[in-house]
């Protein structure tokens, strides 16, 4: 199963359930909204992910919304979808680094594949990112429970332990290391151990 945050903006319901049943079934993690407004109001975007958005969106269309994500430092892919084929828009959306632009209606399966190279993009720009920062940055995104099972993660500590010591479910500490995993581009457990290490050191070497 295929793991990433997937953001569908597009004002055809149709259109946004199709995608979301076609995404989920593939493990993606989408979120849905009927307008670009909607996503700049009402999420934090999260990577690894990408964005799908309709070019000729009511109110802010797709390329305006671009556009606001990349003054706002979102980078996360982003693959246009179209109902007629505009190469004016097309053009200027390449031009703007939009990664991809399909027009509708798509083969599922050619679509999923630009999905899936989106996603590989976008977590090769997690990996160069968290490379070049400290982890405190990374860490900052975190809730205190994530912290919490993230520490106990570093320890070594089996799941069973972890929900014991803090009062919650297994599944529920899974959860908090699925949610950690993506906020922190990691793709295995050392991944996660490696960056709580570098930022306690850090810590410890620059006290506040």
Not at 86 to 109: L, Y
């Amino acid at each position: 199963m295929r793991t990433g945050n997937v953001y569908v903006i597009d004002d055809d319901a149709s259109i946004r359930e199709s995608l979301q049943s076609l995404l989920a079934g593939e493990g993606y993690a989408v979120h849905c909204f009927s307008s670009a407004e909607r996503l700049l109001e009402s999420t934090q975007i999260v990577a690894p992910g990408c964005l799908i958005i309709d070019l000729k969106l009511d109110g802010i269309d797709g390329l305006d919304l671009h556009s606001e994500l990349t003054r706002r430092a979102e980078q996360l892919p982003v693959i246009f979808l179209t109902g007629h084929a505009d190469v004016p828009s097309a053009v200027r959306a390449m031009r703007a680094g939009a990664m991809e632009f399909v027009e509708k209606p798509f083969e599922p399966e050619e679509f999923l594949s630009h999905v899936s190279s989106a996603m590989s993009r976008s977590l090769q720009q997690c990996k160069a990112h968290s490379t070049r920062l400290d982890s405190g940055p990374l860490l900052a995104t975190l809730t205190p429970r994530e912290r919490e099972v993230l520490a106990l993660v570093a320890e070594g500590l089996p799941t069973k332990t972890i929900a014991a010591d803090l009062g919650i479910s297994p599944r529920t500490v899974e959860t908090h290391r699925m949610h950690l995993m993506d906020k922190l581009c990691a793709e295995s457990l050392a991944d996660l151990v490696r960056i709580w290490i570098t930022a306690t050191e850090s810590q410890t070497a620059h006290p506040a």
